[in-house]
Each structure stands twice: as C-alpha cells, then as structure tokens.
C-alpha cells in the first residue's frame, strides 16, 4: 500500500476506499479457483501456512534489522499482510463442510456480523478477518458455478436475471459508469461512517460503537466489496494481457510488496526529498501512480512466484516425508 498522504483528503480517501474493495477482490478470486478434493487440505497448508510462517520469519527479521521492532506475540497476532494466508486457509480447510449446509451463504454472513461482539482481539489468527471474508469467498466459488443456481430458479427470474446481466456486460460504458458512481458513493458513504483502513480487525467495543450501528457498518462494507466484486466479473475477457501475469503471480507480489513499501515510507518519512513530496498534492499523486507501477513492475516477473513455490517445497520436504502434487 502507497503512502496515506493524510495532509491530502483525496489521497487518504482513495487509500480507505481500497481497504474495502481490495480485499474482497482476492478473496472472490480465491473461491473462484478452489476446488474441493481428497487433498485439497494438504495443499492448502503447503501453499498458504508454509509461506505464512517462513515470510513470517523473514520479516521479524527485517522488521528488527530495519526497525528495531520486536513481536510481541509472533504468529499468533500475524503481521504485515500476512494474516491474509492465515483467513484464507482457515476458509479452505472448512469448505467442505461449509458448501454442504443450507444457506450457507446467509449464515456466513450473519456469522461476519456477530464475530465483533465479543470483546476480544478480532486478530487473533486473523479470526476477525476469517469471518468477515468468509461470505465473498463463498461467492466467488459459486460465481463458477452460476449457472446450475440460476437453473433452479422460476424460469420467469432466470430469464429477467440473465437479461438484465447481458445489457449490462454487453454495454461497456453503461457498466463503466456505474462502477465509478458505486465507487463514489461507496467512498462518499464509507469516510462517513467507517473508521480508517476498515478491515474487520477490531470488535465493536474496541471501535467504541453499539452492536446495531456497528453491524450496520460492517454489513456495508461486506455488500460494498461484494458490490464493486461482481461488478469487475462483468469486465473479464479470456483474453491474455499483462495483467494475465499478474493474476497469475499475485501472491509473490502480495507478500514480497511490504518489503518495498517498508522502504518507500521510509524514503518519504526519513528523506527531504520524501517531505518534498508529502507536502505537495501533485508530486504526492505521481508518487503513488509510479510507485505502485514500479512495484507491479519489479515483482510481476515469474521468478519471484517460481522461488516462493521453490521455497515453499524445500520447507516442506524438511518437516514432512511426502509432497503433495
């Protein structure tokens, strides 16, 4: 993530904004592609804790090298975006069962709301963000799948359903316009009501708000990141760009980029040159657009996912007698 910029209204907006739609992003693209199998729980731990704690490891070094940080409670309470690896295997470990009870969906959903009642650190092994992620994965899971639900509706909603979703993938600029306007309100809305980089880590109490208002809050943020989500799905082509790469190596670029935003805080914090930058509106903008173009740059490269894979299996083939395909 770039710089807050906080001097800059519409900086720290946009950098909110994103705390609510990325997410649900990789989350609905992680559904997407999981499949359940007779090892589906096996390689979910090889391609997700393993990272988790060996990167785990190599940023408390990092982190004490560069900032004399110190975790207080390491693993337990993960650090630096890594909780991410953490919510998304707890979610594929129970899919199974999850995909096998009625409404699942809604239950998930209403489980997203209750989770921030106690009080109780919500980023404990990432529960927090487990829950409030759970209901857009599920999604993504059954998006491939879209077909055979809309098969088992009334023939009449079926063809009012696909009708209404072909006008609307079927004009672009019609769909491109109501992203943008969703984006607005939802940011307009969002810096209202939501607390900074809402993420689903802290309970109601520790946010100091009511159980109603603050399901109210955490409700919208779910339907807004599910709402931008499938309003994307509209976009998609088969056809193979750069951003192919990317998709393909996004989680090299995920764990490897807080590395590269350690150092770029520190440029813009610790240097003059950085000071510069914060405190004018039109360099803060081309710093991010070249910052994040950059890092898309330096880390879409399939070496960094080959090494992490690579890494990954020489962990494995330590601790464990046998390797899953």
Avoid: C
Wanted: no cysteine; hydrophobic share 50%.
């Amino acid at each position: 993530m770039f710089p807050r910029f906080n001097d800059f209204a519409f900086y720290d907006n946009i950098y909110n904004l994103i705390y609510i739609i990325v997410m649900p992003i990789f989350f609905f693209v992680a559904g997407y592609f999981s499949k359940t199998d007779d090892n589906s729980d096996i390689k979910a731990f090889k391609s997700l804790i393993i990272p988790f704690f060996v990167f785990s490891v190599l940023w408390y070094i990092f982190d004490y090298f560069f900032r004399g940080n110190v975790p207080p409670m390491p693993f337990i309470f993960p650090v630096s975006g890594l909780w991410f690896l953490v919510s998304l295997f707890s979610i594929k470990l129970f899919l199974p069962i999850l995909i096998k009870i009625k409404h699942i969906f809604w239950i998930s959903l209403i489980m997203a709301l209750l989770i921030a009642i106690p009080d109780v650190p919500n980023n404990l092994l990432s529960l927090g963000r487990t829950f409030g992620f759970t209901p857009v994965f599920l999604l993504g899971h059954y998006y491939k799948n879209s077909e055979e639900y809309l098969d088992s509706l009334r023939v009449t909603i079926k063809k009012i359903i696909i009708s209404f979703r072909d006008f609307i993938k079927n004009n672009k600029v019609l769909l491109f316009f109501i992203l943008i306007a969703s984006l607005i309100i939802i940011d307009i809305i969002g810096n209202y009501i939501l607390p900074g980089r809402f993420t689903f880590r802290l309970s109601y109490i520790e946010l100091h708000q009511g159980f109603k208002y603050g399901m109210l809050k955490r409700l919208f943020a779910i339907s807004s990141g599910i709402i931008i989500t499938l309003l994307l799905t509209l976009f998609m082509t088969d056809k193979k760009s750069f951003l192919t790469k990317i998709g393909r190596n996004s989680l090299a670029i995920y764990i490897l980029h807080f590395y590269l935003i350690a150092f770029s805080n520190f440029f813009i914090n610790k240097t003059s040159v950085g000071h510069l930058i914060s405190n004018n509106f039109f360099l803060a903008g081309t710093y991010i657009i070249l910052s994040t173009t950059i890092i898309l740059i330096i880390l879409s490269p399939d070496i960094f996912n080959d090494s992490i894979r690579k890494l990954t299996s020489y962990v494995w083939n330590i601790f464990f007698k046998t390797t899953s395909k």
